[in-house]
């Protein structure tokens, strides 16, 4: 979620396997450099083969340019990595959230194939997306400073995975400004 | 529009000679109802868009059923079988009241409905309800039901296409479930509970097709029932 | 993937423990009972591995291979950690191949000398994480609740003992599958003991 020369993105840590949890920790979202973020959902192999096939090509990109890459050429390279593989995808939704040079939020969410979907508000991804759509939608307010930004984004990542029976166990939000990144953990309902 | 569904093939049709048709009799023709009950007061909201597939015959249905003063039924789902319902509902309703010379309370409809649904326990009402009502004390309840008529007495329920976007929302909003003690809980006051109705409805048709047009608000309070209407997104 | 076998390992004070039944069975009939699904990649790492044999073959004898190269070339020997993510990246390049996927969940269990003790769960499409304690195969639905219940940080040997009994004696008394015999094996910075435990 964007908020006035800030952004959030948020998700839970449960990793499960349909009905069985296996782990309550687990990360899924990367910082790939001081002012990007890329989050992934879906199949969690899929998550960390394209988190490092990313770390690899940003490497690349970072020795080659000299220069961090920015949120919007990030997003294209996503899409293209996925569409890439268009008749046998990666069984992930990714999100690309970050600010570019002048501070303003970049926001964009993906489905398995790389089809961008870049929203000045806000990006639901995942299981219970549907839900986090309708508490987004009635909670968002427009140029929100990072102490409300936090409280809305976790209160809806709250709302949603405790309705979602597949998405809990703990969440994680990372808010990125221009001072830096902070990263705060909610204590959610353990189930 | 009749809907057929896929060819289901017939036994001996291997080499494929015989396909038939099966006629699908069910249809869903979306749709949201939502109900808050408070402590002397309980507001029914339903959007009034028809929608089949990707069309909209029609804007202006009523989801609602005015049961009597104190209680009313809301459905969301297939059309067709919420007027058949609703008109089984109403005569048994009409029944009930010259056979015992009384009203139906709202424990009394809530249980009837969950009867009339069970009784089609093998070929149900493609219909999602919720009733609505005040008890003998005076205090609003809702009481939310599926389709072949489970159900539980709440504050709060929400049913249809709708659901998934605006439960979370009530949870926060009514139930305070978020919070780490409950401390400050609200006790929603109609109007408080009707701007987050309207809310909620607002984010609901600005991501689900199905929802829209018209809001019909109707709420219920000792002095009777007042319908408000409020414009939604027509796209 | 028909799943029969149980594997479960947890991190104690300065050690991994892992346990793993023997029993080989294809559908009705028990083929060995005296199996050892732990296999030593090096000095302290071990793979408990659960699955279809011919894949647990083939994924544990490449990894120790490669394992023992590395540290022939470079004489160093790998990591827990480097060991578990080359294991990842070659599971979850082998799901998409021609080859077909390795159909073994496992779990890699090791000491360094550096970072202590590690438990990495793996499963066959290349899922990795690093937990406390973790099982595999029919292992999870019984072992889980026990290992949430008992395990503690800084356990010592004769508490991890006590655990893996109780482990297996849930194992026992509710999988439908014989599974009589166990193979326990303990890693710590003097290398791999098998221990009996019974």
Redesign the interface.
């Known amino acids: 979620m964007s908020g006035d020369g800030c952004v959030a993105i948020a998700s839970d840590t449960r ?1 499960g ?1 349909q009905y ?1 949890t ?2 309550m920790d ?1 990360p899924r979202m990367f910082k790939m450099h001081d002012r990007l973020f890329l989050g992934l959902t879906g ?4 998550t ?2 394209l988190y ?1 096939l990313f770390k690899f090509k940003l490497s690349m990109y970072k020795m080659r340019e000299g220069r961090e890459i920015s949120p919007e050429t990030f997003a294209n390279l996503v899409s293209s990595t996925l569409y890439e593989k268009r008749f ?1 995808p990666y069984f992930t939704e990714p999100i690309v959230v970050g600010l570019d040079k002048d501070n303003k939020p970049y926001l964009c969410g993906m489905d398995l194939l790389g089809a961008l979907a870049c929203e000045p508000d806000f990006v639901t991804l995942g299981t219970s997306t549907e839900m986090l759509l309708g508490a987004c939608e009635t909670f968002y307010r427009e140029n929100m400073n990072e102490d409300q930004l936090f409280e809305v984004v976790s209160q809806t990542l709250m709302m949603a995975t405790d309705r979602d029976c597949l998405s809990g166990w703990g969440g994680v939000v990372h808010i990125i400004s221009k001072e830096g990144i902070t990263t705060k953990t909610i204590k959610t309902r353990q189930d | 529009m009749m809907d057929f569904g896929t060819p289901v093939l017939e036994p001996g049709s291997a080499n494929g000679t015989k396909q038939v048709p099966q006629f699908n009799p069910y249809q869903d023709n979306g749709g949201t109802v939502a109900s808050i009950a408070g402590d002397d007061y309980v507001i029914v909201a339903a959007d009034t868009r028809f929608t089949l597939g990707y069309s909209i015959p029609t804007r202006k249905i009523s989801r609602v059923l005015k049961i009597n003063d104190k209680v009313m039924l809301g459905t969301a789902g297939m059309q067709a079988d919420t007027c058949a319902l609703h008109k089984v509902i109403s005569t048994r309703m009409r029944m009930y009241e010259h056979d015992n010379n009384k009203r139906m309370t709202f424990n009394a409809v809530s249980q009837m409905l969950s009867t009339v649904l069970y009784y089609k326990r093998f070929f149900p009402y493609y219909t999602f309800n919720i009733v609505a009502g005040l008890d003998d004390k005076g205090e609003g309840w809702v009481c939310g039901y599926d389709a072949i008529g489970s159900f539980e007495q709440r504050k709060i329920v929400c049913n249809g296409a709708g659901t998934k976007l605006m439960q979370p929302v009530f949870d926060n909003q009514v139930d305070w479930a978020q919070s780490w003690d409950g401390a400050g809980k609200p006790n929603l006051s109609l109007e408080q509970a009707t701007d987050l109705m309207k809310d909620a409805f607002t984010s609901a048709a600005e991501r689900e097709i199905t929802v829209g047009d018209t809001l019909q608000i109707y709420k219920i309070t000792k002095d009777g029932i007042q319908l408000e209407e409020f414009e939604l997104k027509k796209d | 993937m028909s799943m029969l076998d149980s594997i479960f390992g947890f991190v104690g004070k300065d050690f991994v423990i892992c346990a793993a039944d023997s029993t080989n069975a294809r559908s009705v009939v028990v083929m060995k009972d005296d199996l050892d699904k732990i296999k030593v990649l090096d000095d302290h790492k071990i793979l408990a591995m659960a699955g279809e044999v011919n894949s647990i073959a083939d994924l544990s004898e490449y990894v120790q291979k490669n394992v023992m190269l590395y540290s022939l070339r470079t004489s160093i020997s790998l990591s827990t950690a480097a060991v578990a993510n080359f294991m ?2 070659v ?2 390049k082998a ?2 191949s021609r080859g077909g996927a390795f159909q073994t969940n496992m779990i890699l269990a090791g000491y360094d000398e550096a970072d202590g003790p590690s438990v990495y ?1 793996l ?1 066959y ?5 690093k ?1 406390n304690y ?1 099982a595999q195969g029919l292992a ?2 019984f072992v ?1 609740s026990t290992m949430d219940r008992h395990w503690k940080e800084g356990m010592d040997v004769d508490e991890a003992i006590q655990l893996v009994k109780m482990c297996i004696s849930e194992v026992r008394k509710r999988v439908l599958v014989q599974q009589f015999k166990y193979t326990v094996k303990i890693v710590d910075k003097d290398g791999i003991r098998v221990l009996d435990v019974e």
């Open positions: 990793l396997q069985q296996i782990a687990v199949l969690y192999t899929d960390q083969t490092n046998g | 990842r990246g599971i979850a799901i998409r769960f499963d499409l290349g899922t990795l994480h937990l973790t999870p639905l889980m």
